[in-house]
């Protein structure tokens, strides 16, 4: 596919939900900060304060992307913070996490047993296991479960409900 195709197709950031956008300049942030050698948290923390997020969303996200960083198997397309538009592999990173918000038993559901087995077997199947097994060994898959799960019941906390950017696919 040429570079006039691929752009046509990827999703302009500012169609994107709030939560979604916050997600992603978050996620942008965090490999800037990365690549650079400086330390972002404070400004993602800000960010995730102002929005109503826990202080705790910092350190899931953190770890998550440094388990990216650390473990990947192939290259990751996250793009500079002033791109308007947000690549397929940034999509499969916001679906993964929007995923774990919709089957998520504490965020959405009474915690029941039920619906705590269906949203583990969810999240097995789908979820950010499925997301990232493109880059990631089954070991580091597994490590990104519940930093995943614990980063879209924050979003949950604070209202901001994230959107699938590929409906298609999604779980729900």
Known sequence: MNAINRMKEERHVFEMPFANQLLLWAVRSWVQGHMARDCCALLIR????????????????????????????????????????ASADEERLLDAIADHQFYSADAVNPPTHENVKAREKAITQRGIETALAPWLPPSALRLCREPASELADSFAYAGLVL??????????
């Open 46 to 85: 800000q960010g995730f304060e102002k929005a109503g997020i826990p202080s705790t969303a910092f350190c899931q996200l953190d770890l998550i992307l440094s388990i990216l960083a650390a473990t990947s198997r192939n290259r990751i397309d996250v793009r500079h913070m002033r791109c308007c538009r």
């Open 163 to 172: 959107q699938p950017c590929n409906p298609a696919t999604a779980a729900h």
